[in-house]
């Protein structure tokens, strides 16, 4: 394979910011029929180099070739004309544009009367196909799931003449017989002479799909492995830089609780046309694990209990009460949701890391007593060194954050009114496998302080880490619930899969 | 690292047009005392500003959430009306039940009323029936010039009323009023937003609705808590309106201010897409905009030519403060 030329070639990539040296000196080299792993923890440079590669940002040293050829896109534009396709994590389509429509969008096949509307149907027909997603092409963008929009997003890339693929992080929200959808589809391609480059925090994946693993770490790239030659332990410690075994320092203590009544108890409740047959009790001290595929109405569940959507049936009771809540008294009754999706609904982009985290403690304080700047930047400052913010200077745009960071901001913000129950939908979603153990970690402290969770995670090795108990979810209604001693992946798998 | 505020360039341009008028226009920065009270260039745009700068303070507000509101214009003929009717009391009018007499703070706060009662029908619209703002107060853009209409009976009522017109008229230690009614107002909605949480809670909303439920922001009040300012902010335009020419005429009083307000706190760097939002900035804006229009006059160019030479100076301000922009004005690196 060396010594012939490689499909991409990066020589020495050099990028700096205003005060970070984001990469230094990044080589790298990806053959046809390969599928790379880029891998690193938050802020290793992985999102930088990929925008070094499609014109997003441009490198202040070093070369890209490929084929031979060097190049230097000025914009994904020009990347994708160079053979550089891109499919982001956060989906980048246009909801309310139809799928045909969001996969030809920009590069319309063009007749006498203006857009070829038959030649797009074909297009999309072909491109749809070439992933294995059954959809109409003729429904809006929005009215589809992510894990199906996340495929519209691949067949747009693929839709022009790629050579290099770029996935960042596509199976952040895909649940286990989509990921193999797409695992299938990228085998495909593989055959076909395309060069994939795989940008992931699920290293199930990484071991199953890929062929070579490159490693970065602080901007510098650690090194290049064959996947089958390295072991895992030793990848992630590559990947934080120090022992494996110190990660799983501390094993969880007993979840026993016993001589506390249960706050929170719902009964039979849901809602109509959404999640169903829930039946739990949250008592203080415990962590509520939701376990499910996606679409089995984990989400749903969060929401209703929140007061976000209100259910229609059965009985929802906090402190002996029935319960008819909305965010605004959930939160002063001590309940908080961080919430999934959170570019869309959680992050206030424009406004300063302070406010975004100071905000939910300055409504429960009530409007009319003002947190004072000095007091927000002291909250502020307290979860940022708690959770290990980087970089720490509040007073900046929460956009500046990387995903991972804008999290624990997120987090931060509930954990400054500390609420007795925090229901925490995919908390780790996105995010580097250091923060992953601080998250988890974290839950296990405050859990020993008498504070509840519901903790919701695709990752269902998580899940089982941190729960007392495992509610797990089926097409929308809750079936069965398994004990922290029963719970290991079989049984829960099992649970999931089981047909009545 | 401290950023630059976002009304930096309305005030370099609102620099620049002093410093021309420095050199170029004589006599601009003189001042005559005359009875106790400041005449002058300066004093002039200082009291012509006064309706434009109230609307666009309550303008800011409602922006900053990502809705913007048409009808104020509007707003200040009917509460001018409502005014004009309690003082004069002609024949026939609706108002005639209503006897003030000659109080000018019940027949002030009666305007102000009629701009609340305004301000809660675009706030209720926006936020209980989820009208989109702009056609939600399109609706009373169109109505309220038929509303006021209705109240004067058709009629341009005219009165002569010496202590109602002081509102416009009179000034207070050397300073015309409507000056200093911009200065209270001013600094009751900057107390308001920036000595409270409101502030953060406007932007949170104008930032990310849906986030903004998520924490608990009370959406709902708070969009009519905009609207509502923004109504008494036009109620209070519309006295002045009425005071400065002794009547009110339901066809122009206030007729095409809501989009000078809305370019005064667009060039004061209010982004009209919600989040962040200046008072100070949207201030600068609109005395630029007066500043402008004092120049021309001053200078004896046709009238015409104002809103020309206005648009151009706003259009440059946007331009710089687009990144975009700014951007594509750099020189291009050079690629190692």
Not at chain 2, 87 to 111: K, M, Q, W, Y
Request: hydrophobic share 45%; charged share 20%.
């Amino acid at each position: 394979m060396s010594e012939s030329t490689p499909l991409l070639h990066l020589q020495g990539i050099d990028k700096r910011f205003p005060g970070v040296h984001a990469l230094k000196g990044i080589d790298f080299e990806l053959e046809t029929e390969e599928i790379h792993a880029l891998l690193g923890e938050n802020g290793a440079g992985k999102s930088t180099l990929i925008k070094v590669l499609t014109g997003v940002h441009a490198a202040d040293g070093g070369s890209i070739c490929i084929e031979g050829r060097q190049i230097a896109p000025r914009n994904p534009n020009e990347a994708v004309t160079f053979g550089i396709s891109t499919v982001y994590q956060e989906v980048n389509l246009a909801p309310n544009l139809s799928v045909a429509e969001n996969i030809c969008l920009g590069r319309e096949p063009r007749n006498v009367f203006g857009i070829d509307w038959r030649a797009v149907g074909e297009r999309t027909k072909s491109a749809l196909n070439r992933v294995g997603l059954r959809v109409d092409p003729q429904r809006l963008v929005g009215d589809i799931s992510i894990a199906e929009q996340q495929l519209v997003a691949i067949a747009r890339a693929l839709d022009v003449e790629a050579k290099v693929l770029i996935l960042d992080e596509p199976t952040s929200s895909l649940d286990q017989d989509e990921v193999a959808q797409l695992f299938a589809t990228l085998r495909r391609l593989r055959e076909e002479g395309m060069g994939i480059i795989f940008v992931t925090h699920f290293l199930d994946q990484v071991y199953e799909i890929s062929d070579r693993i490159t490693v970065l770490r602080n901007g510098e790239r650690i090194g290049t492995f064959q996947t089958d030659e390295l072991p895992r332990i030793e990848l992630v410690s590559h990947m934080i830089g120090r022992s494996a075994e110190s990660l799983e320092h501390g094993a969880m203590a007993s979840h026993e609780v016993s001589g506390h009544e249960p706050f929170l108890t719902v009964t039979n409740f849901g809602k109509r046309g959404s999640v169903q047959d829930l039946n739990f009790e949250i008592r203080s001290g415990e962590v509520i694990g939701l376990a499910g595929l996606l679409g089995s109405g984990r989400t749903e569940t969060a929401r209703l209990l929140f007061g976000i959507d209100h259910g229609t049936e059965g009985g929802y009771q906090l402190d002996n009460r029935s319960a008819h809540l909305t965010p605004r008294s959930a939160i002063s009754r001590g309940v908080g949701l961080n919430v999934e999706d959170r570019k869309a609904e959680g992050i206030f982009p424009g406004l300063s890391i302070r406010e975004n985290m100071v905000v939910v403690a300055q409504v429960k304080r009530r409007w009319w007593q003002r947190i004072s700047t000095a007091e927000q930047k002291q909250v502020a400052d307290e979860y940022v060194s708690a959770l290990q913010l980087q970089p720490p200077n509040t007073d900046r745009n929460i956009e500046n954050l990387s995903g991972g960071n804008q999290q624990k901001a997120l987090l931060g913000r509930w954990l400054a009114v500390e609420p007795r129950l925090l229901l925490l939908d995919e908390p780790t979603r996105g995010i580097d496998i250091g923060a992953k153990f601080e998250i988890m970690a974290l839950v296990e402290r405050l859990r020993l302080e008498g504070k509840s969770f519901v903790f919701i995670s695709s990752e269902l090795s998580e899940v089982i880490r941190v729960s007392s108990r495992i509610v797990v979810l089926r097409d929308r209604r809750a079936v069965t619930t398994i004990s922290r001693a029963e719970a290991n992946e079989e049984a829960v798998v099992a649970a999931i899969a089981k047909h009545e | 690292m401290k950023s630059m505020p976002s009304w930096i360039y309305a005030l370099g341009a609102l620099i620049f047009v002093l410093l021309f008028n420095a050199f170029a226009t004589p006599g601009f920065f003189e001042i005559n005392v005359l009875d106790g009270r400041l005449f002058g260039s300066v004093i002039d745009i200082l009291n012509r500003v006064a309706p434009v700068a109230l609307l666009s303070l309550g303008m800011t507000l409602v922006i900053a959430t990502r809705g913007v509101d048409l009808s104020v214009g509007a707003v200040m003929a009917m509460s001018g009306a409502v005014a004009a009717s309690l003082i004069a009391r002609p024949e026939g009018n609706i108002l005639l039940g209503l006897n003030f007499g000659d109080s000018v703070f019940l027949i002030v706060l009666a305007g102000l009323v009629t701009g609340l009662l305004c301000g809660l029908f675009n706030g209720l619209l926006v936020s209980r029936a989820r009208i989109q703002p702009i056609v939600a107060t399109l609706l009373l853009m169109v109505a309220g010039r038929g509303v006021a209409q209705l109240i004067s009976d058709g009629q341009i009522i005219t009165f002569s009323a010496p202590a109602f017109a002081s509102i416009a008229r009179g000034a207070t230690l050397g300073m015309p009023n409507p000056f200093w009614i911009v200065v209270l107002f001013a600094a009751v909605i900057l107390v308001l937003t920036r000595w409270t949480a409101l502030g953060l809670f406007i932007e949170s909303l104008g930032s990310n609705p849906i986030a903004a439920r998520n924490v608990g922001i009370n959406t709902g009040a708070l969009l009519l808590f905009v609207y509502s300012v923004t109504g008494v902010c036009a109620g209070m335009a519309g006295m002045i309106a009425a005071a400065d020419i002794q009547g009110a005429d339901a066809n122009n009083a206030g007729l095409y201010l809501e989009l000078d307000a809305i370019l005064a706190v667009s060039v004061g760097g209010t982004l009209l897409s919600g989040g962040r939002f200046s008072l100070v900035g949207t201030l600068i804006g609109a005395i630029l905009m007066q500043t402008l229009t004092t120049t021309i006059l001053t200078r004896g160019v046709a009238p015409e030519l104002t809103l020309v030479v206005k648009a151009l100076v706003v259009l440059a301000v946007c331009l710089l403060q687009s990144p975009t922009f700014l951007h594509m004005l750099r020189p291009k690196k050079v690629a190692a």
